[in-house]
């Protein structure tokens, strides 16, 4: 129903109520049948026990399942518990993480006001908010929240701050007339109240129209629990390297099973043996190791203000093409601050930002002191009389308490040296008209200390400029000619296409020995001061932020519920709204399905007048061109977008729980410029987890081949499985998390977002995986062939020298691993706890060949010290050829 357009008669008719003395307690009854309660409905949850199962459907988890079962018919049990120790403690981590994400619904509810008052067989009551149903009469004052979506019929300077639902900077003025128009967006219904919304100034009453989820807080509700959740490229990636894996494995099984029996070999014999080079083809610890890289990364981020609630959100970062950020309070500080005075003729700027009452006063780039120029003294002196707003220090941070849009007036005077006590003890203010929304005015009488009267007025500039008689120019008063209001007009246009609020300050003496009674009498014969112009500036390292993701190959694109000339400044200032970049409204994405945006959203930089509804078929739009979309916001008309995004990134400190419930990424200092470190971090992270899978399947085709060729060439197997095992979780382990530390390459932010479907093994890794790994084979079997033929009665000898050498030379390779380019690349003691993870190994190594205790367990024995010789040529030998062949390629 479309009740903004309704006379109040014809809405009275329509909700079938009795606007003077509310509806009957058995209607009320009769309704409540028929539409239910007036709360937010959750979709049906997961129980813990599924939610706990659903863990376990991942395809690298299934492939180690399938490991577990097969190493456990082999009887290598020692195998499959620790298999199943890392596969349950992933389990675990992404349980307890799923669990606390989904309380977006709850976080909605805490937002509908817990009672409210309503007006039932002509007595007004109060009744909790689930009770209200259609058609209920209901009433609110400063400082109360909304409990459901009502039209008003009756308002007293009445404003409602609705910035989360429709990301609006100021408050809403609102107003009883109908309004006619299609697709009018939800901020510009100005005769309508929306359930959670919070009243900051004056009263109403309304009838409700809508409770529980046809509300437009219902329908946000609604979308966050249909908003479909979107992998990220990591899970992408690592469900495909399962894939490449499982299919390694099959074929690998069948190849030895085939070269065995056409050896000669039982069928029995060879398949056991082909399914142990299977099991060796899958890197057990990759996934634990992939949660400890992005775990270490969160610790990192919370260092940088960013908290990671999601932790595949730390790397989708790295990958994100497209930054959608709301302006008001990310890439504005969300402080209305008077940057421009403007009185007869004159013009001076403001600096400093914020509520921090430190500035500088400037006319023609000229710093200028405001006490000795009299109309712009006068012009903040007023300003700060007819005035409620309060500045508080808490924390060392000044925080404001009233109105935005007066506390800005209050600063500026704040600025010049004024302060309100002191003119308080020259100034009595004896009576106040408030602000209304038809007038749009405020006055004030104010007596100063020689008796005499003065009315002091603020309010909307067309309207105070057509209703004074004089105006104050050049220090001069003159009459208010058409000259003179086309010059003042001409002031506000200019200051108004800068984006900036304006607001104008006039007085009149007052010199009847009564006060005035009425607005109409107060607001009289009043000469014209000035203008106070105000925006909510952006913050001072957003534009070099913008600059360097727009490096970094990324996009960043403003989505805001503010005014398109606003938007358009805003983005303009920060380098966003650039050439030939577009601007659509809400009312044109009215028109617009996901198709239709698709073709143009390449060329949009400016969302401006945007609804819950329009942000998300911007991501959606976005996403089907193949961008990887961060999206940030701080309001409930945030939510849907934030989850339907790649990575959901809220505010911390203006942030509702609602957006931070639904979001990957909670931003500690509400900065554009935080979101652009968490880039840096998240790039870094994606490089050291290709690291470590180099590293890990490099060793792992090491151990494949050097028993493959093994096989073909009718030797003894050169590894026993458990030290295979010991390799892939031990050895291997340690320094691949200590390359999940590996501090960012310089040109980390200069490099374009890799494309979201990038394999695992683009940019040359499946080449230097499969050609490290042939070297470290060969090497391996080698040392195996030497030490066997001078040990020829003595198999665990040299599967003993096979086992070091392959250790050693993984632990060379590691180094190899931290460039693309070479071992020689990178200073390696660069990242330490990689040396002292090396370190580790090594002396884990020596203990598992030399300890009695650990040699029966590991199949091994001690190695004559003269062999080390022979294990260290031949473990160095991989790395040092490829190396050899680095330096060759420069040199040509």
Same mark, same amino acid.
Not at 38 to 50: F, G, H, I, V
Not at 78 to 81: G, K, Y
């Given at each position: 129903?479309r009740?903004?357009e ?8 329509t909700v #079938? ?7 009957a ?5 009769k309704?409540?049948?028929?539409f239910?309660y #007036? ?12 939610l706990?199962?659903?863990q376990?459907k ?8 399938a ?7 082999l009887?290598?049990y020692?195998?499959?518990?620790a298999i ?5 403690? #992933?389990g675990?981590?992404?349980f ?7 309380k977006?619904l709850?976080? =909605?509810?805490?937002l509908?006001?817990p009672?409210?008052?309503v007006l039932?067989?002509g007595?007004?009551?109060k009744?909790p ?9 209901i009433?609110?004052a400063?400082?109360?929240?909304? @409990? ?21 900077s ?5 107003q009883?007339g109908?309004?006619?128009?299609e697709?009018i ?6 005769n309508?109240?929306?359930?959670g919304?919070m009243?900051?100034r004056?009263n ?12 437009a807080? @219902? ?7 249909t ?7 990591l899970q992408?990636r690592?469900?495909?390297?399962g894939?490449?894996?499982i299919?390694?494995a ?8 085939g070269?065995?029996?056409i050896?000669?070999?039982?069928m ?7 399914v142990?080079?299977?099991?060796a083809a899958?890197p ?5 190791i992939?949660?400890v890289? =992005?775990?270490l990364?969160v ?5 940088r203000?960013?908290i990671?609630r999601k932790?595949p959100?730390?790397?989708?970062? @790295?990958?994100?093409s497209?930054i959608?950020?709301?302006?008001t309070?990310?890439l ?5 601050t008077?940057?421009h005075?403007w ?5 001076w700027?403001?600096?400093g930002?914020g509520y921090?009452?430190e500035g500088?006063?400037?006319r ?7 006490s000795?120029e ?11 009389l007819?005035n #409620? ?6 924390d ?8 935005p849009t ?7 005077a ?6 309100r ?7 009595? +203010?004896?009576?106040?008209?408030p602000f ?6 405020m ?16 309010g909307a500039p ?6 004074s ?14 000259e ?5 007009q001409?002031?506000?246009h200019?200051l ?5 609020r ?14 005035p009674?009425? %607005?109409?009498e107060a607001?009289k014969?009043l ?10 500036p952006p ?8 600059k ?5 190959g990324i996009?960043?694109?403003m ?7 606003t ?14 970049d577009k601007v659509? %409204?809400?009312?044109?994405l009215?028109?617009m %399905?996901?198709e ?8 949009v930089s400016?969302?401006?007048?945007v609804?819950?509804e329009h942000?998300?078929?911007i991501v959606k739009?976005l996403?089907n061109?193949?961008?990887v979309?961060?999206?940030t ?11 339907a995004a790649?990575?959901g ?5 203006t ?5 931070k ?5 909670v931003l500690?200092?509400d900065?554009?410029?935080?979101i652009?470190?968490?880039i840096?971090?998240g790039r870094?992270?994606?490089e ?9 399947l490099?060793?792992?085709v090491g151990?494949i081949?050097?028993? =493959?060729?093994a096989?073909i060439?009718a030797?003894?197997?050169?590894l026993?499985?458990?030290q295979?095992l010991?390799v ?7 320094p691949?998390?200590a ?5 960012? %390459? ?6 374009n977002?890799?494309?979201p479907?990038?394999?695992v093994?683009a ?9 490290r790994?042939?070297l470290i ?5 080698a040392?195996?062939? +030497? ?5 020829p ?12 050498t392959l250790?050693?030379?993984q632990? +060379?390779?590691?180094?190899?691993c ?9 200073n390696?003691f660069?990242?330490?706890y ?5 370190l580790?190994? =090594? ?9 009695p205790?650990?040699?029966p367990?590991?199949?091994t024995v001690?190695?004559?010290?003269r062999?080390?010789l022979?294990i260290?040529?031949?473990?160095a ?6 190396a050899g062949?680095f330096?060759a390629g420069?040199k040509?």
């Open positions: 129903m009740y903004h309704m006379r109040q008669e014809d809405l009275e008719k #079938n109520s009795d606007f003077a003395n509310g509806l307690e058995d209607e009320v009854n309704r409540r049948k028929q239910g #007036n709360e937010l409905q959750e979709a049906e949850k997961q129980s813990a026990l599924l706990f199962f659903s376990f991942d395809f690298m988890v299934i492939v180690l399942l490991a577990t079962l097969i190493s456990g018919l009887g290598e020692i195998d499959a518990v199943i120790a890392i596969v349950l403690i #992933n675990f981590l992404g307890f993480q799923e669990r606390k994400a989904e977006s709850s976080a =909605l509810k805490e509908s006001a009672q409210v008052y039932r067989d007595n007004w009551t009744v908010s689930k009770e209200v149903v259609p058609g209920d009469v009433k609110f400063s400082g109360d929240r909304i @409990g459901a979506d009502v039209r008003l019929i009756k308002v007293n300077n009445l404003e409602i701050e609705e910035s989360a639902l429709t990301g609006e100021v408050p809403v003025t609102k009883t109908e309004i006619k128009g697709n967006n939800l901020g510009d219904l100005e309508m109240a929306f359930m919304t009243v900051t004056g109403g009453i309304g009838v409700v129209t809508a409770i529980g989820m046809q509300t807080m @219902g329908k946000i509700a609604d979308m966050i629990q908003a479909e959740t979107m992998t990220t490229p992408r690592l469900e495909q390297l894939k490449i894996l299919t390694v099959l074929i690998l099984t069948a190849l030895v099973v070269i065995g029996v050896q000669g070999h039982d029995y014999t060879m398949f056991l043996a082909g142990s080079l299977a099991v899958i057990e610890g990759l996934p634990a992939v949660t890289a =992005l775990s990364g610790q990192r981020m919370i260092r203000n960013a990671v932790l959100a730390v790397e989708t970062l @790295g990958c994100a497209v959608c950020s709301d302006k309070g990310t504005t500080q969300n402080k209305m008077v940057t005075l009185s007869g003729g004159n013009t700027t403001v600096s930002t921090d009452p500088s006063f400037y023609s780039e000229k710093r200028v002191s405001p000795s009299k109309s712009l003294n006068q012009l903040l002196t007023f300003g700060m007819c #409620n707003a309060k500045i508080k220090v808490k060392d941070e000044y925080i404001l308490d009233g109105d007066e506390g800005a007036l209050l600063v500026a704040l600025k010049a040296g004024m302060q006590e002191s003119l308080l003890g020259k100034f009595t +203010i004896e009576k106040e008209f209304d929304s038809t007038r749009k005015m006055s004030i009488v104010v007596k100063d200390q020689q008796g005499k009267r003065f009315i002091v007025t603020k067309d309207v105070l400029v057509n209703i008689q004089s105006i104050l120019w050049e220090e001069k008063l003159q009459h208010r000619t058409k003179f209001t086309e010059k003042v001409g002031a506000i200019e108004a296409s800068n984006a900036l304006t607001i104008a300050i006039a007085y009149t003496p007052w010199t009847s020995p009564s006060l009674q009425s %607005e109409e607001e014969g000469t014209f001061i000035g203008l106070h112009g105000m925006i909510d913050r001072p390292e957003v534009k070099q932020a913008v360097e993701c727009r490096q970094a996009k960043t694109v989505i805001t519920g503010d005014h398109v000339i938007a358009k400044a805003i983005a303009k200032d920060l380098g966003i709204l650039r050439g030939q659509l %409204e809400g009312a044109d009215n028109s %399905e996901v239709d945006l698709e073709e143009v959203v390449e060329k400016v969302f401006a007048r609804s819950p942000k998300l078929k739009a996403q061109r193949g961008h979309v961060a999206m916001g701080d309001g409930v008309n945030d939510a849907p977008a934030i989850k790649d990575i990134v809220a505010m911390g400190i942030g509702t729980d609602v957006a419930e639904a979001s990957s990424l500690l200092d900065n554009f410029a935080t652009k470190s968490a840096n971090e870094n992270i994606y050291n987890i290709r690291k470590f899978i180099r590293y890990l490099a060793s792992n151990e081949l050097v028993m =493959l060729f096989m060439l030797l003894p197997l050169p026993v499985p458990i295979i010991w892939n979780l031990v050895t291997d382990g340690l691949a998390m390359l999940g530390l590996d501090k960012p %390459e310089e040109d980390v932010m200069k490099r977002p890799r494309h479907k990038e394999g093994f940019r040359g890794l499946g080449w230097k995986v499969v050609s790994g042939f084979g060969i090497s391996t079997l040392a195996f062939i +030497i030490a066997y033929k001078h040990h009665d003595h198999l665990a000898y040299a599967q003993t020298v096979a086992f070091a250790v050693m030379a632990l +060379i390779h590691v180094f190899d931290r460039s693309e380019k070479s071992v020689f690349a990178r390696p660069g990242n330490m990689l040396v002292w993870a090396v580790s190994s =090594l002396v884990l190594m020596l203990l598992v060949i030399y300890l205790g650990l040699q367990i590991f199949h001690s190695i004559d010290p062999d080390w022979l260290a040529g031949m473990s030998l991989p790395t040092f050829l490829l062949s330096f420069k040509r």
